[in-house]
C-alpha cells in the first residue's frame, strides 16, 4: 500500500484569542485535566499545557487545579489563549482507499465502530507511516467528535478491529479486553500454519517475553521470565502440508498466535519473523504474499446489554483464492 508523505510542521504566531470555557458531559467525565487539554489542545506543545496547568491559567470551577485532577461531568472548565504549532496540511488518504474502509464497515451503533481492516494498512501513524487506519477515519470522518482505537492489529493482519466513537465505549471496551471471563471480549483468528498441526494440541500455555534488538524492531520469545500466555485453538482444516487453524488468544501479548504456533513447531506462512524463508517463497508463487493471519470474529457485550454481539469479517481475498488452490488432504 502506498505511503503517504510525513507531515511536517513549522511554529507559526497563531493564538487562539478568545477564552474557552467547557463544561464536562458524562461521556468526558473521568480523565485527567492534563489529558482532556492535550486531546482537545492537539497542536499545542506537551510543555505548554503543563506550563499552563502549573501557572494556574487552566481553572476548574474557578479554582487552580492539578495535572492529575479527574474531571466530574458538571464541571466548567476555563482554558486560556494559547499558541498554536501551524501544521501543513495531512496527507489525503485515496478515493480507493475511503472506498474501500466505507465498504468495510462491519458493525456501527452510536457508540461503536467495527472495521474490517485491509491488509498492509497501519491501525496508526508513526514510525515512517504518517497515514494509518485511525488517521484515515477521522478525514473520512471530520465531524465525529471522537474516533480512538479501541485495540490494535498488525499491519499485515486483517479483519476485525474496533474504533470507538465514545469515550464511555473506549472504557467499556478496554475493561472488557482486560477481563478474562466470560464478559470479556472473545477474539478469534484465522491462520495458515506450516505442516500437520496435532489435533490434540488444543492449548498452548507458555509465557511470552519481549525485547527490542534494535531500531525498534521487537522479538518475542517462550521464556520462564515472560507474561502468562494462554492460546487456544482448533484445527479448521488439513491441507497436503499444511494446516488451517483458529486460534483464540486468551490473554493479549504481542505477536502471541505467532509466537505460540512457532513453539508447537508449526509457524504461520507468511512469517517474516518467526517462519521459515524457504516456505515463505514458495508460497508467494502460489499467491500469499503476506502473513496468513486474519481477524476472523469478534464478540463483546456492548454497555447494559447481556447478549453477546458477534462480528464476523471473511478471509479476504488474497488469502482466500490461494488457500482454495491447496490440496486437502
Same mark, same amino acid.
Given at each position: 500500500?502506498?505511503?503517504?508523505?510525513?507531515?511536517?510542521?513549522?511554529?507559526?504566531?497563531?493564538?487562539?484569542?478568545?477564552?474557552?470555557?467547557?463544561?464536562?458531559?458524562?461521556?468526558?467525565?473521568?480523565?485527567?485535566?492534563?489529558?482532556?487539554?492535550?486531546?482537545?489542545?492537539?497542536?499545542?506543545?506537551?510543555?505548554?499545557?503543563?506550563?499552563?496547568?502549573?501557572?494556574?491559567?487552566?481553572?476548574?470551577?474557578?479554582?487552580?487545579?492539578?495535572?492529575?485532577?479527574?474531571?466530574?461531568?458538571?464541571?466548567?472548565?476555563?482554558?486560556?489563549?494559547?499558541?498554536?504549532?501551524?501544521?501543513?496540511?495531512?496527507?489525503?488518504?485515496?478515493?480507493?482507499?475511503?472506498?474501500?474502509?466505507?465498504?468495510?464497515?462491519?458493525?456501527?451503533?452510536?457508540?461503536?465502530?467495527?472495521?474490517?481492516?485491509?491488509?498492509?494498512?497501519?491501525?496508526?501513524?508513526?514510525?515512517?507511516?504518517?497515514?494509518?487506519?485511525?488517521?484515515?477515519?477521522?478525514?473520512?470522518?471530520?465531524?465525529?467528535?471522537?474516533?480512538?482505537?479501541?485495540?490494535? #492489529?498488525?499491519?499485515?493482519?486483517?479483519?476485525?478491529?474496533?474504533?470507538?466513537?465514545?469515550?464511555?465505549?473506549?472504557?467499556?471496551?478496554?475493561?472488557?479486553?482486560?477481563?478474562?471471563?466470560?464478559?470479556?471480549?472473545?477474539?478469534?483468528?484465522?491462520?495458515?500454519?506450516?505442516?500437520?498441526?496435532?489435533?490434540?494440541?488444543?492449548?498452548?500455555?507458555?509465557?511470552?517475553?519481549?525485547?527490542?534488538?534494535?531500531?525498534?524492531?521487537?522479538?518475542?520469545?517462550?521464556?520462564?521470565?515472560?507474561?502468562?500466555?494462554?492460546?487456544?485453538?482448533?484445527?479448521?482444516?488439513?491441507?497436503?502440508?499444511?494446516?488451517?487453524?483458529?486460534?483464540?488468544?486468551?490473554?493479549?501479548?504481542?505477536?502471541?498466535?505467532?509466537?505460540?504456533?512457532?513453539?508447537?513447531?508449526?509457524? #504461520?506462512?507468511?512469517?517474516?519473523?518467526?517462519?521459515?524463508?524457504?516456505?515463505?517463497?514458495?508460497?508467494?508463487?502460489?499467491?500469499?504474499?503476506?502473513?496468513?493471519?486474519?481477524?476472523?470474529?469478534?464478540?463483546?457485550? #456492548?454497555?447494559?446489554?447481556?447478549?453477546?454481539?458477534?462480528?464476523?469479517?471473511?478471509?479476504?481475498?488474497?488469502?482466500?483464492?490461494? #488457500?482454495?488452490?491447496?490440496?486437502?488432504?
Amino acid at each position: 500500500m502506498k505511503k503517504a508523505s510525513p507531515k511536517s510542521h513549522v511554529v507559526a504566531d497563531i493564538t487562539l484569542a478568545q477564552v474557552q470555557f467547557i463544561e464536562i458531559d458524562a461521556d468526558q467525565a473521568g480523565q485527567r485535566i492534563d489529558n482532556f487539554l492535550m486531546a482537545r489542545l492537539k497542536r499545542v506543545p506537551k510543555s505548554r499545557v503543563y506550563n499552563i496547568l502549573r501557572k494556574g491559567e487552566v481553572r476548574v470551577n474557578k479554582g487552580r487545579c492539578k495535572p492529575d485532577y479527574k474531571l466530574l461531568a458538571g464541571d466548567i472548565v476555563r482554558i486560556p489563549p494559547v499558541r498554536l504549532v501551524e501544521q501543513a496540511a495531512p496527507p489525503q488518504p485515496s478515493n480507493v482507499l475511503t472506498r474501500k474502509l466505507e465498504q468495510a464497515v462491519l458493525f456501527e451503533n452510536d457508540g461503536l465502530l467495527v472495521i474490517n481492516k485491509p491488509p498492509g494498512l497501519a491501525v496508526h501513524g508513526g514510525s515512517g507511516v504518517s497515514l494509518g487506519l485511525i488517521e484515515v477515519l477521522r478525514q473520512m470522518r471530520p465531524d465525529a467528535r471522537y474516533l480512538e482505537l479501541v485495540h490494535r #492489529l498488525d499491519r499485515d493482519t486483517s479483519g476485525c478491529i474496533m474504533i470507538a466513537k465514545k469515550r464511555s465505549m473506549l472504557r467499556h471496551l478496554q475493561a472488557a479486553l482486560r477481563n478474562k471471563g466470560q464478559s470479556g471480549v472473545r477474539k478469534v483468528y484465522q491462520a495458515l500454519v506450516i505442516g500437520a498441526w496435532p489435533v490434540d494440541c488444543r492449548r498452548v500455555d507458555a509465557p511470552l517475553l519481549k525485547s527490542e534488538i534494535g531500531n525498534g524492531e521487537r522479538i518475542v520469545k517462550v521464556n520462564p521470565a515472560g507474561k502468562p500466555s494462554l492460546t487456544e485453538f482448533t484445527v479448521l482444516q488439513a491441507y497436503r502440508d499444511f494446516t488451517l487453524i483458529e486460534a483464540r488468544p486468551i490473554t493479549g501479548r504481542t505477536h502471541q498466535i505467532r509466537v505460540h504456533a512457532q513453539y508447537v513447531g508449526h509457524s #504461520l506462512v507468511g512469517d517474516e519473523k518467526y517462519g521459515r524463508d524457504d516456505i515463505n517463497e514458495d508460497m508467494q508463487q502460489l499467491g500469499i504474499k503476506r502473513l496468513f493471519l486474519h481477524a476472523a470474529e469478534l464478540g463483546f457485550y #456492548l454497555p447494559d446489554q447481556s447478549v453477546l454481539t458477534i462480528v464476523k469479517a471473511p478471509l479476504t481475498p488474497d488469502l482466500a483464492e490461494p #488457500l482454495a488452490r491447496l490440496s486437502a488432504c
